[in-house]
């Protein structure tokens, strides 16, 4: 299950991200969600909107692929 685990950043499918924004307090160390495929402009402001009342950044892959990179970066410099 997805809360019994510490992860920040998730990659789903669409349609899966608002079950995620939904459950939002019962997975309080999640705070990136990433769409596997591009987001529409539109679905993109709505979603992001809604992210952001909730605490949770919600992208698609490319703007993803530079996040995971950027934690890895800061996990790395902090150590285990």
Partial sequence: SI?????????????????????????????IIVAMEPLEFESKNILAAWGDQVGIKVMDLSEGMSSLYALHMRSEVKGP
């Fill in 3 to 31: 809360n019994h685990t510490d992860m920040p950043i998730i990659f789903v499918a669409v349609q899966h991200i608002p079950k995620l924004l939904k459950l939002s307090s019962k997975i309080p160390t999640l705070k």
